[in-house]
Structures are given as C-alpha cells and as structure tokens.
C-alpha cells in the first residue's frame, strides 16, 4: 500500500518537475520584470499625476496598479502555489474556488490598507520600516502559515489512504459489505474553516508594492486614492491567480477521468491531497528557508 | 532514486532562490574603470539609476524635497548619498569583482554624488579595490546582482567611457537565459556526486556582467 502511494506520489512529482523544467521560466521571469517595470514606471507617472490634481490620474493609476498586481503575481511566491495546490486537493467548485481568490487577494489589500493605516499614519513608522517589517515577519508567517496548510492536506492524503486500507481489510473480513469512508473524509476547501485559513495565511503578508503605493499616495494627502489603487492591484493578482485556479481544477478533473468507480475517486483524490500537499510544502519551506538561515 | 530525487528537489529550490523574490527595485547600473598612473586597477566606479517608482518613495522615506519644487537642495542629497552609501558592514553594495576565480575584496563607497535625471535619482561613487591589482590577458569580471532579487540590476553602457589604459578592453554581457540555464544543467549533472552546489553564488547566473580584459 505505502510503496503504491510512493510510487503514484513520486511519480507525479517527477512529472511536475519536468513541467517545469520545460516551461522557459527565464523568459518568463524576465518578460514579467519587464513588464512590472514597465507599470511601475506608470504608477509614479500616475502619483506624480495625482500629486498634480490631474483629474485623470486617477485611472491612470488604478489600471498601472491593476497590471502591476497581475505582473507581480506572475513572479513565484505569494498566494498561487497555496490556491493551485489547495485547488489541485479540494472538492471545491471552481465558483467557490474563484470567490476564495479574489477575497485573499482583496484581503491582502486590506492588510496593506490597514498596516498603513495604523503604522504609518498612527505610530508614524516611514515606509522603509514598513517594508521591512513586512519582510522580516510578515512574509517568513505568511510561509509558515502556508506550509501548515500543506502539511494539513498531506495529512489528510495520508489518514484518507489508511482509512481506505483500514475499510479493505474489513471488507474483506465481512464478505463484500463495504465501510469505506465518505469522499467528504477528505474534501478540503468546503468548509469554512479551511477557507479562512487559506485567505488569512495569503493575507498575512501584503505586497512591499502596494505599501509603498499607499505610502505615497499618503504623502501627496491622496490615501483614499491609494486605497482605491491597492484595491484595484488585489484584483489584478487576482486575475492571475484565477488562470491558476482554473488550471487546478482542470487538472484535477482530468485525474478524476480515469477514476473507474467511487473507490478510484477516493484513491485520487487521497493521491491529489498528496501532490497539493508536497508541492505547497515543498515550495513554502523553500521559501522560508532564507529567513531560517 | 530518491535520494536523487530530494537532491534535485533541494537544488529546484536553491536555484529558484533568485527567483523567489518579486524584485520591487530597478536599477539601470553604469560600471567603470579606475586605473592609477602605475597602471594597476585602483578602483571601481559604479553610478545606480533608480526607476521612477523607487525613486518616490526615497523621496518618501527620507522625507526629500519639502517645499516640492521637484529640485533637489544640498540637505537633500546629503541624506540620500547618506543612506545610498554608509553601508551595513554585511552589505557590499551588490557589487561583485571577480579576479582569477576569486570574489576580489573592495572598500567602501567614496566621493559620492547624487543627481536628478529627469524623474529618477541617480547615485554614484567609487569604490577601491583593497589591493589595486595587475590585469592582464585573463579577464576579470564585475556583475552586479542581490542574491535576494529585490533589487533587479541592469547594466548599461557608460555615459563617457574612463580613460582605459590603451590595451584594456571593456565588455559588457547581458544576461543570457541560456547560458544561465547550461550552468543550471552542469550543477544538476554534479548531484550524482552528491554535491549540493553553494547557495551563495546562484544569484549571478543571472546577473548581466562586465569583462575587463588587458592585454
């Protein structure tokens, strides 16, 4: 049992590892700098713009900031390996999957609304403290948070594949009478628990842009303008985590293809838990590392 | 097998380590040259061109132009040149000299001097060289890189070029993702002698380089 769930497990890490050895991240990377350059360029253009009373401004600001995010997210990091791999395990509809996006994008907005609100304007801490606040705890417990999150959908692969052997031999021992557990045993992301634990560890750490956009704004006494771009940036992100979403759930559904009947479904979806759950680890720890050392 | 396959797992993740970071400031760097009368390299001068983005919110965090003409009075740059340039004694500046293989140990940032170029700041200085050094037909090359990635460098031609002693040649490599990618491909071919190859150095398979060769 366990070096079949090794195997498949193993088995679908090397095939996601030569995904991405194929994809041309590089290219990618560099495409996206320069695109993030490229609208934060236009954000200052556009705070200068405000800073001016130019009525356009405004727009101007709001559409740089909503690419900027979309951009931004394209770099690794942030909410999408956690939604991906969230989405990759859970039962959730693809609506539900997308509500839980936006919301931790627009949560994260509102971190960053909020952590200016009160540092800056009350406790009168600069942006540069700010920004490394936000790096030096926000971001290594956002990681954290997230990895708890893997490790919660590993376990639950884990406890759903014992269960399920658990319920064979019984079955066996009563000639055919089935006790096997619900799919329910395993389907993550439908509560609201689990939805609030995935939105509050992406919300933990704001993006050091959208401070600094606040931060700004704040200095040309436009924070209500700020507040409208940071919001406009969270929907741009989450633009981009949708496209991820959605590739999670088309993945998901075409593993589900091959599932013969109930108990197939279960071993897959036990098996995606598995994935989902590594990969976020695997990343966030990753990612956590640098502060650690 | 799995062994092997942790081993690239950790070595995915090493290398991604430039990449993990979102970088949030850009910098177009302009590299140069300082040659003493002996003829040995003295020193490095490097000027940091900061997007317009980066350069509000300096103006932000320090608090620069208060009466808002857009102009930058000497108070100003003082305080910038101040906290461009009196480095952490961790921080070098992102600047890395590479002499026979070796990082080559530099000094501190001197004559300092900050400009306004249109929207965005502008930050020079010099920075010497412990020991000024012989360069000869083997080249010596200078990247400029943060190993975090918050800090995107681009290297881009010098405005005036120093005064070159005659047989020196100056250089400058962009970044090349293919290249950055066999070096990728040479370190995973190493794990099958179970080398974990060293965290530090990654961030310059990605940098753009200087070559300086004499000669």
């Known amino acids: 049992m366990w070096l079949r769930i090794g195997a498949i497990v193993l088995w679908v890490l090397v095939i996601g590892i030569a995904a991405w050895e194929i994809m041309p991240w590089f290219e990618i990377r560099r495409w996206a700098a320069i695109e993030q350059r490229m609208f934060q360029n236009m954000m200052a253009g556009a705070l200068r713009g405000i800073q001016a009373n130019d009525p356009g401004a405004i727009w101007t600001l709001c559409s740089a900031t909503a690419a900027y995010g979309f951009f931004h997210a394209l770099g690794p990091g942030h909410g999408k390996v956690l939604i991906g791999g969230a989405a990759l395990a859970s039962d959730a509809t693809l609506k539900r999957l997308s509500i839980l996006t936006v919301l931790s994008s627009l949560a994260q907005a509102a971190t960053a609304i909020f952590l200016v609100g009160a540092l800056y304007f009350l406790l009168q801490i600069g942006s540069a403290d700010l920004a490394n606040i936000t790096e030096t705890w926000l971001a290594p417990a956002s990681y954290a948070a997230i990895a708890a999150i893997g490790a919660v959908l590993i376990f639950r692969g884990v406890r759903s594949w014992y269960s399920m052997s658990q319920a064979k031999q019984i079955t066996d021992a009563c000639f055919g009478h089935t006790h096997g557990p619900s799919v329910n045993d395993v389907a993550t992301l439908t509560s609201t628990h689990d939805a609030v634990a995935l939105i509050v560890s992406i919300a933990l750490r704001p993006c050091t842009g959208a401070l600094f956009v606040l931060v700004i704004a704040a200095r040309f006494d436009a924070f209500a303008v700020g507040c409208l771009a940071v919001i406009t940036m969270g929907l741009g992100t989450a633009a981009f985590n949708l496209i991820i979403a959605t590739s999670s759930v088309v993945a998901r559904q075409l593993a589900g293809l091959s599932a013969r009947d109930y108990q197939g479904l279960q071993v897959i979806s036990a098996t995606l838990h598995l994935t989902g759950g590594i990969l976020i680890v695997t990343i966030s720890i990753g990612m956590l590392l640098p502060y650690l050392a | ?215």
């Open chain 2, 1 to 215: 097998m799995s062994h092997k396959l942790w081993g690239f797992i950790i070595v995915m993740m090493c290398l991604g380590e430039p990449a993990k970071a979102h970088p949030h400031v850009f910098v177009d760097a302009r590299t140069g040259f300082i040659f003493g009368t002996d003829g040995l390299l003295e020193a490095l001068h490097i000027s940091w061109t900061y997007d317009e983005f980066t350069t509000l919110i300096l103006f932000e965090s320090l608090n620069l132009d208060p009466d808002g003409d857009g102009q930058l009075n000497d108070a100003d740059r003082a305080a910038i040149i101040d906290g461009e340039t009196k480095w952490s004694h961790t921080y070098k500046g992102d600047v890395y000299l590479e002499f026979a293989g070796q990082d080559y140990p530099l000094g501190r940032p001197e004559a300092a001097a900050v400009r306004l170029n249109g929207n965005q700041v502008e930050v020079s200085f010099d920075l010497p060289l412990l020991q000024p050094v012989r360069i000869d037909n083997a080249p010596v090359f200078l990247r400029l890189y943060d190993p975090f990635y918050y800090y995107a460098y681009s290297i881009v031609p010098p405005i005036a070029h120093a005064n070159l002693p005659e047989d020196c040649q100056v250089q400058i490599l962009s970044f090349e993702p293919s290249a950055a990618e066999s070096t990728l491909q040479e370190k995973l071919a190493a794990l099958g002698r179970e080398d974990i190859p060293a965290l530090e150095n990654i961030g310059r398979l990605f940098s753009d380089e200087v070559q300086l060769t004499c000669g």
